[in-house]
């Protein structure tokens, strides 16, 4: 159990109706199955009592992996780059299937059978890029078809810092889009590293226009490239605007003509409300992530926020700030997430943001207040770094209740045995413990939940006809320490330069390699988002892969993924690292199926029905830190061809 789960958890650390079931079709259009996220398909055709009967109706194959070392180890630092992560979710349009490699390339697929109808290779030079991530395309089609290529487009945001427009019938490049079908998002940033800027997640698409964040390197430098949204013609690649995230006032672009560096990013996945022409966004915290002494509150005016932003201009409509100052790398994960909400006897279009803090904010989407109260309640304010400067508040949402402990102290030490967990609390008492929010410190700080969550990227999924949230939640804890500079190790992970300290993060372990933070570490969770109140919260996974027998059958163990939920009251999740993809009931959480994937699903999976028959899909490829071998596996399940 030791070297296996010790060596993962390191790198953890850093609508429709049955009428719609008897058409042919059933698509899945974007990467949240709508523009406003939820993971939600009306398929209906399995349902609880049939959905044992699932088998694989065919598996496509890519070839684009690469085995290497695990992210954040010395192998990684020394040159080797890390393995490949597969955290596709697929699209379905016009009975065609889409999805991205790790590598960037495009795959459209008979959503039958899994054949391959056309390819395309962007070929970034995967060299550069040392972690590989493409979570999805996006489709666009022109409203009065012209009978000319490219009425349908296929939009890919690539690792090296474009955006490809392609014809969704043939795979060639759309020629009218930029140059040669793309442009080049690296035009208008700072100067910068292959590896600092990249775009992992799919655009977004309102009207005629393109919207896309990026993924930008953290805990590197404070001068990082700017974090700017921007928006293009969907049909040229001409510029409409771009939103780089300064305070009111401020510049928003340097001397040089480039976006002012070290704005906050979107890394996530965009929403689009089309009623309401808003583009809402999820940001990042603010450069270099674990210090923030010198921002002097510019930089983190919009860090850690959900934004909506007008499509016409990208002007600021409203936005609410999960976490104030945010010193511990406390952005925000995933896809904000729409759904209407009778609260208090009044119908309020709402969007859902969970965090990694396991809060979970509910807002109105037309003008970002709270549906249900937010306090800002008092925060620890000793033990900070030399130069540091504290919120003295942070907003806690009142309902939903947290889905998980908010902070760990010495007493909240677990172990196997009374001897573990003896040495798990010796540890802690040397380090900084306390509530959430407990600041990063030079003797080491308990982080918990710690800065990969709680919640992260592939959560949540939305019922919108039981108002029924599901979310899975990850439960160990780790330790931050800042060092100062001149004691900084060479090479180091998170040198965090232009500030005063680099940044160490290790997992809260016991001498035997397990979390010393009280099992289950990981749970999903079904919540009432119209009361607040957590319907269940079960243990999710086990450490099948991670540990030896017995302790491999522990329920609870680590998970990087999402969930799916269909209207016959289905959830469909991979993501736990043993490699099972699971089917549970949406109002009890019994585990209704499971079945073996040839590497971990960390991804989130979608559904569709093609021909009369529903699938349902899932990427399992694993994730960078998973302890499977990376694969390239695109799984489709459906019940035998006769039984439905």
């Known amino acids: 159990m030791r070297r296996s789960l010790r060596m993962f958890l390191a790198g953890l650390v850093c609508a429709g ?18 523009p406003g996220g939820g993971h939600h398909s009306a398929a209906t055709q399995i349902n609880a009592q049939n959905v044992a009967n699932l088998e694989v109706a065919w598996v496509h194959r890519s070839g684009d992996m690469r085995r290497a070392a695990n992210a954040l180890s010395m192998k990684t630092l020394e040159g080797a780059l890390p393995k490949s992560a597969f955290m596709v979710t697929p699209i379905v349009v016009d009975d065609t ?12 697929l008979n959503p039958r059978d899994g054949t391959e109808r056309w390819s395309f290779d962007p070929k970034v030079n995967m060299a550069q890029e040392p972690l590989t991530n493409c979570r999805g395309v996006s489709s666009w089609q022109e409203p009065q078809p012209t009978g000319k290529p490219c009425d349908h487009r296929i939009l890919l945001g690539t690792l090296d810092g474009r955006i490809v427009a392609l014809d969704g019938a043939t795979g060639q490049r759309c020629a009218d889009f930029g140059t040669n ?14 590896a600092e800027y990249s775009i992992t997640s799919a655009p977004a698409i309102l009207g005629d226009i393109v919207i896309t964040g990026s993924l930008v390197a953290d805990s590197q430098r404070k001068d990082v490239p700017s974090g700017v949204v921007r928006a293009y013609d969907v049909r040229t690649g001409a510029f409409r605007w771009g939103w780089n995230s300064v305070p009111p006032g401020k510049p928003a672009v340097d001397s040089q003509g480039n976006y002012v560096a070290g704005t906050t990013n979107v890394w996530s996945t965009i929403s689009v409300d089309r009623e309401r022409n808003l583009v809402i966004v999820p940001t990042g915290n603010s450069s270099p992530d674990y210090y923030g002494g010198d921002r002097g509150g510019d930089l983190d005016y919009y860090s850690s926020s959900v934004v909506a932003l007008d499509a016409t201009d990208g002007h600021v409509v409203w936005h609410y700030q999960t976490v104030h100052h945010d010193i511990w790398d ?60 504290l919120s003295p508040t942070q907003p806690i949402p009142t ?41 990063p410190s030079l003797e080491g700080t308990v982080v918990y939940p710690n800065m990969a969550g709680g919640n992260n990227w592939g ?77 269940w919260q079960k243990p999710f996974g086990t450490l099948g892969g991670l540990a030896p027998w017995p302790v491999s059958l522990m329920h609870g163990g680590i998970e990087m993924g999402g969930p799916m939920v269909t209207a016959s009251g289905l959830i469909f999740i991979g993501a736990s690292f043993d490699s099972e993809f699971r089917a549970f009931d949406v109002g009890s959480g019994e585990e209704l199926w499971s079945d073996t994937l040839p590497s971990s699903g960390n991804a989130v999976p979608m559904s569709y029905v093609s021909g009369g028959r529903q699938f349902v899909v899932i990427a399992a490829g694993g994730h960078w830190l998973s302890p499977d071998e990376a694969g390239d596996s695109l799984v489709a399940y459906a019940l035998p061809a006769t039984a439905h």
């Open 459 to 535: 959560t949540p999924a939305v019922d919108p006809q039981r108002h029924v949230m599901i979310v899975n939640t990850k439960h160990v804890a780790a330790v931050l320490k800042l060092v100062p500079r001149d004691k900084c190790p060479n090479p180091t992970v998170m040198p965090q330069m232009g500030s005063p300290y680099c940044a160490e993060i290790s997992p809260l372990l016991s001498p035997i390699g397990a979390p010393c933070s009280a099992p289950p570490w990981s749970t999903l969770a079904a919540v009432d988002l119209e009361s607040g109140d957590i319907l």
């Open 330 to 389: 406390y952005d925000v994960p995933a896809q904000p997430t729409f759904v209407d909400l009778t609260i208090d006897g009044v119908v309020h279009p709402a969007v859902v943001q969970v965090t990694k803090m396991g809060l979970t904010f509910v807002l109105d989407r037309a003008t970002g207040k709270p549906l249900f109260p937010i306090e800002e309640r008092a925060v620890p304010q000793e033990g900070a770094v030399p130069g540091e400067y």
């Open 17 to 34: 109706s049955a009428a719609a079931e008897e058409a042919t079709t059933l698509s899945w259009p974007s990467y949240g199955g709508a």
């Open 399 to 439: 309902k939903p209740t947290p889905l998980h402990q908010l902070g760990m102290t010495p007493d909240d030490a677990w172990g196997f045995t009374f001897w573990d967990e003896g040495k798990c609390r010796d540890s802690m008492k040397q380090l900084r413990t306390g509530p959430i929010y407990t600041p």
């Open 181 to 194: 079908g793309e442009v080049d998002l690296n035009v208008g940033l700072s100067a910068h590293d292959a």
């Open 97 to 108: 299937l889409y999805y991205c490699t790790p590598f960037d390339r495009v795959f459209a």
